[in-house]
């Protein structure tokens, strides 16, 4: 079991192996992407019961939660990948961070978005300083700082080493902000304003809603794939396994 | 099917606007971000093969 | 180099350039008076918003100073040579943390009561506001100097720093302008206190072997 992970961890660590294999897996895994998260948003927009509180409205909740739990799980992802880029120099890792960050900014702001346009039937205004809400907007702020940084160095290797120590300091801030974020919460506002109620949701809406997060796994993991990809590319050209492969 | 007809399931009771604009949004945005992925793929995969070709008529000249 | 080499070597330092001891000061002084001219000078509405006043001016105030923990250093090569010694960087990097926060942090800790002072912060709150700074600013200055080790000799790494840096601070910030603003509504403040105290001997403790990482990628190693 050991053996077979540290095995996989070197064979995928490699950019060649990576990209062979990335390249075998992608055309099965886009469709599989595409169709489960559109089985999860019509099962989702046309066939789960209203909910007896706010009606149809909360069907945003579809994109909402999948989106806002993959920018989290994605800005993990490149503090865990930044871990690894820095202490084994796995070359593979920030290239990674690379791929992961600009689609975790979308959806960061597409939870932030559709959290908006929710809380206008909810609470009577498109914005309020919700403890969710709030570090959904931190949570894109330190998505935005990685992106700043790697942009703002030219050189690719170095951009994705100094990317890679920005997302291990900002993922051990994570929790931190979010518990302050909370506390802050709190201290402002009496009580919470629940989107969803304290009760379990019915099945009849969680299971839509756990496919389309699924789906937007996959979809995430496909573009990170892609972009790890094209990464693997621009600094590859000069390697002539590249050029086989590409012919 | 929960509604019953398809001019329901448009109108959302009486939050449409906010559920399909949240919708649109959300899918422009995932569109947008594909799009660019996949045209930055093609282009590095162009300069690889350019840069392969420019070395192969490098190569023959000398 | 030693600690205390290190140390005594940034207060000589600093001390022979007075006006980056002083400006960040006076721009913290500066921030907060625009508050009342921009607001209201009505009491009761400035006592409330005080504590955050004057914890976002300190916050903003180490940010603008912190840039140039490096600036000096990275211009005369004494950065290169730095990095180029033998020895671990982790203690020199701490060093260099604690005499900023010495020449530029402490400052505007003991001129804040002053300020909340000014903005009608409630007299039982003003120990508080000090004590939370004084556990705090240090705090934005380590974190602050992981951004600054990341970003010397980038172009334009001012506003850069900024973007990096203050989605980082917002505990820091949550934390001790809440304490100020426990203190002003007469409720217990030991455990936020604490909080600021942990947050500190974490960052003290972290933020150094960051330093000495981000300086090396940006060197190039």
Known sequence: MWQTLTRWYHQWGSPRYFFQYSGVLLPWLWPLAVLTLVVGV????????????????????????????????????????????????????????????????????????????????TWGTYWVWDARLTSMLLMLFLYLGVFALMNAIPDP????????????????????????VEWWQSLHQGSTLKVVGESAMPSEMLAPLLISMLGIYLFFACTVLMRARTEIMVRERKSQWLREVLR | MHFESFEAFLQMGKHGAYVWSAYGISFVLVGLNVALAVRAQRQAKEDVKRFARREMADANKS | MSFRATLKREVVLAWRRPAEIINPLFFFVMVVAMFPLGVSPKADLLSVIAPGVVWVAALLAVLLSVEGLFRNDFEAGALEQMLVAPTNLYVPCLAKIIAHWLLTGLPLVLVAPLLGYMLHLPEQASMTLFLGLLLGTPTLTAIGAIGVSLTVGVRSGGILLALLILPLYVPVLVFGAGAAAYAANGAPVEGLLAILAAMLLASLTLAPAAVAAGLRISNGG
Request: aromatic residues 10%; glycine residues 10%; positive net charge.
């Open chain 1, 157 to 180: 290797r170095q951009a994705g080493r100094a990317a890679s120590l920005l997302s291990v300091v900002g993922v051990i801030n994570v929790v931190i902000v979010k518990y302050s």
């Open chain 1, 42 to 121: 019509v099962w989702g927009l046309a066939f789960a019961p209203a909910d007896y509180q706010q009606g149809n409205s909360y069907r945003i909740i579809f994109i909402h939660v999948p989106a806002a739990s993959a920018a989290l799980l994605g800005y993990i992802a490149m503090g865990v990948a930044g871990l690894v880029g820095l202490v084994w120099r796995m070359k593979m890792a920030d290239i990674m961070i690379k791929a992961i960050a600009p689609f975790g900014a979308v959806l960061a702001a597409i939870a932030l978005i559709t959290g908006a346009i929710w809380g206008k039937p």
